[in-house]
């Protein structure tokens, strides 16, 4: 019954290798070649090239056209009489940019603060996953102190079912105190299996967000980096400023502010420079040459459009209204999310010393049990109950500890600073 740690993982996926020998490394890898994070690169690299798509309207712009066809001409030129001739033509045209209503400026601006927004999404992704990594973590090493604990206990009952033998055969003890370390000793080994069922449960788990098996003989979180804040009002401070939803929410009003300016450009004339250059021969029923040239500022100035321009700047500031409300109460979920962490991280920090104390006690209850059933001044039962326990103290105090960890864990990524504290350099 009782199964190794080694043989279990190797047995369970054996075709995977073992990767990751500590979790700062694992959670790098984990980080580089998830899904959701390379998503979310992507996503930043195609907002970087819109930048350098809307960088492009400062530049000049370079058209070359050719064409030739049979033309049909009758007009005062030919005398009113028809003329068919084969028209060849070419043109290069250049058009640059002098005044545009600060469209240009406006959608670079736009598309930076979209570039700003994407990066800080990545940073959120990459908190995520690096928490739900240490998730998993923690709860495959609880499974694996489970693990041992539940061994433990098997041996603990064996080697007490041992003795109740031995008892029976010399006349000491009763055929009901034998019959009821068996008992124990099967619910002692189907806790085994159930141990060794939430082991390799965690093993999966640990799989799916990592994408590497774990290596069981390096299960060691971290050293702290630093220590909790204070109070939970320096910690909301430092939420506030450096949180990444804040950030991209922050960036996505910096974009509609942009937007809106760049809709105040219709109401400016378009000012460009405009050079072009003419390669014509027969056309308009004249046989020959046509060649012209022209370099000229052109300013165009729309009149009247059906107040779409009206209602697209109305549009925009309706859009940057809606992104501070999306702000504001990303705040309000930040401040939340921050505080719910903190309480569980005070809650279960103040348990912890109580679980410890009850370890303490049942361990030494355990031990004046066992000095009292040798005597013959406990009974079976009483010996058997303090056992259960023991093993229910240890099993609290091991699930306390873990919990004690991803509650900090997750108020430092409630603040933002996940990733520093876990020692992870991207």
Do not use: C
Not at 29 to 54: D, F, I, M, T, W
Not at 124 to 151: F, G, P, W
Not at 196 to 213: E, F, H, I
Request: glycine share 6%; net charge negative; aromatic share 4%.
């Amino acid at each position: 019954m009782k199964t190794t740690i080694i043989g279990l993982i190797s047995g369970f996926l054996g075709a995977a290798a073992v990767q990751a020998e500590e979790f700062s490394q694992a959670l790098q890898q984990a980080l580089s070649g998830h899904p959701e994070v390379n998503a979310a690169k992507n996503q930043l690299l195609s907002r970087e090239q819109e930048v350098q798509r809307a960088k492009a309207g400062y530049l000049p712009t370079v058209d070359v056209a050719l064409g030739i066809g049979r033309e049909n001409t009758k007009s005062p030129t030919t005398g009113q009489n028809e003329v068919n001739l084969t028209r060849e033509e070419a043109s290069v045209s250049a058009r640059q940019l002098i005044f545009d209503g600060f469209a240009t400026r406006s959608e670079v601006r736009r598309q930076e603060a979209r570039t700003d927004s994407a990066s800080h999404s990545l940073t959120t992704s990459q908190e995520l996953i690096a928490l739900r990594a240490s998730e998993v973590y923690l709860a495959l090493m609880t499974q694996v102190d489970l693990m041992k604990l539940a061994e433990a206990s098997l041996q603990e009952h064996k080697s007490i079912y041992d003795q109740m033998v031995l008892r029976n055969r010399s006349g000491v003890g009763s055929g009901a105190d034998l019959d009821q370390i068996a008992a124990r000793l099967a619910l002692a080994n189907s806790n085994v299996v159930v141990a060794d069922a939430n082991l390799k449960d965690a093993v999966t788990n640990y799989y799916r967000v990592m994408g590497a098996m774990p290596d069981m003989s390096a299960l060691a979180m971290p050293a702290n980096q630093e220590s909790l804040p204070s109070t939970i009002d320096e910690a909301t401070s430092i939420a506030l400023e450096n949180h990444p939803t804040l950030k991209t929410a922050n960036a996505d009003i910096d974009a509609t502010i942009a937007q809106h300016a760049a809709a105040k450009s219709a109401f400016y004339p378009d000012v460009r420079l405009e050079a072009d250059q003419n390669w014509n021969e027969d056309i308009g029923g004249v046989v020959g040459e046509d060649e012209r040239g022209v370099i000229a500022i052109r300013a165009r100035y729309n009149l009247y459009r059906g107040g779409a321009d009206k209602a697209r700047r109305k549009q925009t500031s309706y859009l940057m209204e809606e992104a501070k409300d999306v702000r504001n109460n990303t705040r309000r979920q930040v401040v939340e999310g921050l505080r719910l962490s903190w309480t569980a991280f005070e809650s279960v920090s103040a348990q912890l010393q109580f679980l410890q104390q009850h370890v303490d006690s049942a361990e030494a209850t355990k031990k004046a049990y066992i000095e009292q059933f040798n005597i013959g001044r406990r009974t079976l039962l009483d010996l058997l109950n303090t056992e259960n326990e023991v093993v229910d103290a240890k099993r609290n105090l091991i699930r306390a500890e873990s919990n004690k960890k991803l509650a900090e864990l997750r108020v430092y990524n409630s603040m933002g600073m996940l990733l520093p504290k876990l020692g992870v350099d991207l």
